[in-house]
């Protein structure tokens, strides 16, 4: 327990600290945003926190994080470069347990909850000169399910939305209650 709160003592965010400086990360336009460069070292987030740390951060199946190096701080990056926000455990995962240099966008706001939200843009390692671009989702989600291939947006063609689809109806409801809402709307 001492450990889980020294961790939530380490995640406030530091007074003041700017890393604004040397970002090129482009705006959202999201509230509370702010540009931000920093150094870290790619963690699994559960093994931060509890100890149940597996091979190569989970292979995909954990939510990674960064631990900042200026501060010791864990950060959440939930998103990545592209328009989705499908998160960014894709990008960072080829960086599992190695330091590296991240730009993008930091949100922060006491108002809103939200201290140590990143929006990851681009990352290298630690020394690289090349930065990486934070836009692979797409192309690895592709890769992973070759039978959903087709047009439109990927999350029309995603097996495991349309398995909850199927199960839960689209306002999550059941397929009765879906039924009736849309005799109800489209008379």
Known sequence: MRYLLALLALAMPAAAQDFSEGSEAKSWNLYAEQPARFEAKVVDILCEVTGDCPENCGDGTRQLGLVRSADNV?????????????????????????????????????????????LVQTIRRQGDAEWTKANRWTKVWADTHPDAAGKGPWFRRDPRVNAEIAREGYFGLGADKDAAIKDELFE
Not at 74 to 96: D, W
């Open 74 to 118: 864990l950060v959440f990056p939930n998103k990545n470069s592209q328009p989705a926000f499908t998160g960014a455990a894709v990008e960072l995962l080829p960086f599992c347990g190695q330091d590296v240099e991240v730009d993008g966008l930091l949100i922060e706001d006491e108002d809103l909850g939200a201290r140590n939200i990143y």
